[in-house]
DNA sequence: ATGCCACTTCAAGTCAACTTGAGGTCAAGC
DNA sequence: GCTTGACCTCAAGTTGACTTGAAGTGGCAT
């Protein structure tokens, strides 16, 4: 099978090529050789990009990720840190919850003013304790175009 | 009752001064005067950092939060603004639940190479066709220090 | 053979939300 | 009155994940 140009790989994993160049820089991926200037690519790389999607989804930092790779290649994915960060996104999805039901019910609330709804005032207290509140946790971007 | 000085307001709202000076000069909050060069506070901008801080933990950013308040200080809360952004919470507790569930899978599963799972697969192609994944949401950061 | 233009490199820019640093001021305690 | 140090301003730095721009190169179709 013929090697990938960035091009194609980017359409494949729909990611611009900008951002191919990018990870390759920072050893998320490899290119297998040149033709002529140009990179190219084993096709198996679209699914070194796959999971490099699942695991920014999962709210891993590029740096992260690059550790869980050997440096063969070969995803050397540590069980004990998948746990652990499903149980991190256990909590987020808690306060996630939380907050969403607080939100719902202030859009609901037919108090006078949201200062004097007891609920409102409950959220209120628990976002400036942060309680609410996420720490070091960066979303995903994924830009429109 | 006495009016707050900088440091007095950070401690009540847990921010620090760099902080407090940052959100005025984003019109986010404002003093109420000067005793000499230092700002002096009113107590309630206490409540208002904290309803800043909800608005931060729901995933608003600092802009969109300076748009709910009006010219006059008070919160001009937009129901519809929040039942939308209750929904978007939705979403994303959603997809965050999937991709825990496939973490805590990919975790236990006992396949020889999580290439050759089918939910880890499934989880993969989730992860890349961007149905995992957030967009343009910004988490909130609330530092240790 | 020639020219287009998709690709290349490298440095710099972007974004959000702050923090940090240098250099300055002034209210208050001694 | 003098020192202290908490506060001030303003500019620049930080972080992460990219994007953008300028300037160059060379594969491939004509």
Chains 1, 2 share one sequence.
Do not use: N, W
């Not at 256990?90 to 719902?104: C, F, V």
């Not at 005032?121 to 429109?144: D, H, I, M, N, T």
């Amino acid at each position: 099978m013929r090697d990938l140009d960035i091009t194609e790989v980017g359409q494949r994993a729909g990611l611009p090529a900008s951002t191919l160049r990018f990870y390759e820089e920072k050893g998320l991926i490899a290119s297998v050789g040149r033709r002529g200037l140009k990179r190219t690519f084993d096709a198996r790389v679209v699914e070194r990009l796959a999971l490099i999607a699942l695991g920014r989804a999962a709210g891993f930092s590029l740096e992260e990720i690059a550790a869980m790779f050997a440096p063969d290649g070969s995803p050397r994915i540590d069980r004990e840190l998948l746990t652990a960060k499903a149980a991190d996104m256990d909590r987020q999805i808690r306060r996630l919850t939380a907050l969403r039901d607080g939100l719902r019910h202030a859009a609901a609330c037919t108090a006078p003013s949201h200062m004097e709804c007891p609920t409102f005032r409950r959220l209120l207290r628990a976002a400036s304790s942060g309680a609410v509140g996420e720490r070091k946790k960066r979303a995903p971007q994924r830009r429109a175009k």
